[in-house]
C-alpha cells in the first residue's frame, strides 16, 4: 500500500528557476557576488542600484553618469502630482492606503514613458533608472498633501545636491535631514534591495515571462508586496508594538511584557516580524539594522530607547520560548518610527528601494524568457455528470 506524499504550500522548497541577481542562504545573503553587511558597511544606495540594474559594481566614472541620471529623473508629471493631491480624501478615509496610491501612480507613470511597451533590455534599463528616481519623489508628495502642505521643488523632485536617501527623506518632510538620518535610510534601502524569489519579485517575474512591460510588472509586485505577509509586514510590527506600549504603560515591565506575550501564544496571534520562509537561524539583516536604529534612538531621546527595550525583550521571549527570530522587518518599523516617518509609508520606501531589484528580475527575465506555467495538483470532487 503506497503513502502519499505530502506537497509542498506556498511551492515551499521548490526552486522555481535560475536567477543571477541574488542568493539567499541560511548563512548569507548576496547580491551579484557582494555579501549584504559588506554591502552595508562599505556602499551606498546609488551604487548598490547600479549593481542591481546594470550587473556590476560600478566606476566612479559609471557611478557619477548614474547618479546625474538618477536625478536628472527624480520630477514627476504635473497631472500626476494633481492627481496625488486628489487620492488624499482617499487615503484620509481610509478606502485607501499609501500602496494602493503608488501603485496607480506607477501605472499612471508608465502612460507617460516613451519605453513603456518596449521589452528590450536598453528600454527595461532606462525605465528602471526612471522608476527608482520618480518612486520617492511620489511616496513625497504624497506625504506632503497628507500633511496638509505642497511638495518641495517639484520641478526637480527635490534637492538636486542631495543624495538619493537623503531626498526621499526632504520630499516627505521638507526638511534637509542629518547626516546620522541619511546613513540609516541609505543602509535601509540597502537591505531591502532584493531578495531573490520572494512573493513581490516572483510576481514581477510571473507578469515579465508573459512579455508584458516593465512598468506592468512592478505595478504587479507593489500590490504583492503590499501584503502583512510580505512587505506589510514592517508596518504591522510597528502596529503591535504601539498596541504593546499602550496595553502596558511606559515603564517596560517585565512581567507586564511576559504577560502580554503569554496571551498572544494561547491566542495564537499571529507576531509580525518574526520568522522568515528561508532564515530559520536569523535575518543576516535584522542585527544591521537594529544597530543602527538603537544608535538613532539613542541620540533621539529615552522614548525612543524605551521602545528598542521592549523590542529586545519581545525578541528575546520569542527566541528562548519559540525559538523563533526576527526578520528585517522588526527593527525597521523601530527605526522608522524614530526617524519620524508615518508608519503607512513604511512599506512605500520598501517599494523605493525594492523597485531596483524587482527591475533587474524582469529585465533577467525577459532577456532569458520563457513562460512562467506551473500545474496545480487538483483536489476537488471527482468527475460527475451534470444531469444526475
Not at 23 to 31: D, F, G, R
Not at 103 to 131: F, Y
Not at 174 to 180: H, L, N, Q, V
Not at 330 to 346: K, N, R
Request: charge should be negative; proline fraction near 4%; charged fraction near 20%.
Amino acid at each position: 500500500m503506497s503513502t502519499a506524499t505530502a506537497k509542498p504550500t506556498g511551492l515551499e522548497g521548490v526552486t522555481a528557476g535560475d536567477t543571477s541577481i541574488c542568493q539567499v542562504e541560511q548563512t548569507s545573503l548576496i547580491y551579484r557576488g557582494y555579501e549584504i553587511a559588506d554591502l552595508a558597511a562599505n556602499a551606498t544606495f546609488e551604487e548598490v542600484a547600479y549593481l542591481l540594474i546594470m550587473g556590476d559594481k560600478p566606476t566612479a566614472s559609471q557611478l557619477a553618469e548614474f547618479k546625474a541620471e538618477l536625478i536628472a529623473e527624480r520630477a514627476i508629471p504635473a497631472d500626476i502630482t494633481a492627481w496625488l493631491k486628489t487620492a488624499v480624501p482617499s487615503l484620509k478615509a481610509g478606502t485607501a492606503v499609501p500602496m494602493d496610491v503608488l501603485r496607480t501612480a506607477v501605472s499612471m507613470l508608465g502612460h507617460v514613458d516613451a519605453d513603456c511597451q518596449s521589452v528590450e533590455s536598453a528600454a527595461n534599463i532606462a525605465k528602471a533608472k526612471r522608476l527608482t528616481a520618480k518612486i520617492p519623489t511620489v511616496i513625497g508628495q504624497m506625504q506632503r498633501f497628507l500633511d496638509g502642505n505642497e511638495p518641495v521643488d517639484a520641478k526637480t523632485g527635490g534637492d538636486v545636491s542631495l543624495s538619493h536617501a537623503a531626498n526621499l527623506l526632504y520630499q516627505m518632510t521638507g526638511a534637509k535631514p542629518s547626516a546620522e538620518a541619511e546613513k540609516v535610510m541609505d543602509v535601509s534601502l540597502i537591505l531591502y534591495a532584493e531578495h531573490d524569489f520572494n512573493a513581490s519579485t516572483f510576481a514581477s517575474r510571473v507578469i515579465a515571462g508573459t512579455l508584458s512591460d516593465l512598468h506592468g510588472a512592478v505595478t504587479g509586485a507593489i500590490a504583492a508586496l503590499k501584503g502583512p505577509l510580505h512587505g506589510g509586514a514592517n508596518e504591522a510590527a510597528m502596529d503591535m508594538l504601539s498596541e504593546m506600549r499602550s496595553d502596558i504603560g511606559p515603564d517596560n515591565d517585565d512581567a507586564k511584557i511576559e504577560a502580554w506575550m503569554q496571551d498572544a501564544f494561547a491566542t495564537k496571534r499571529k507576531l509580525m516580524g518574526f520568522g522568515h520562509r528561508v532564515y530559520k537561524n536569523g535575518d543576516h539583516r535584522a542585527g544591521i539594522l537594529h544597530g543602527l536604529g538603537r544608535k538613532a534612538a539613542e541620540a533621539k531621546g529615552t522614548e525612543f530607547v524605551k521602545l528598542f527595550e521592549l523590542g529586545e525583550k519581545v525578541q528575546s521571549i520569542m527566541l528562548e520560548q519559540k525559538n523563533i527570530h526576527p526578520n528585517v522587518d522588526f527593527p525597521c518599523g523601530m527605526t522608522y518610527f524614530t526617524m519620524g516617518i508615518p508608519v503607512p509609508q513604511y512599506t512605500p520606501i520598501f517599494v523605493a528601494s525594492r523597485i531596483t531589484g524587482w527591475a533587474a528580475h524582469i529585465i533577467e527575465q525577459h532577456a532569458n524568457n520563457r513562460l512562467i506555467r506551473p500545474r496545480a495538483s487538483y483536489s476537488g470532487p471527482a468527475l460527475r455528470n451534470w444531469n444526475d
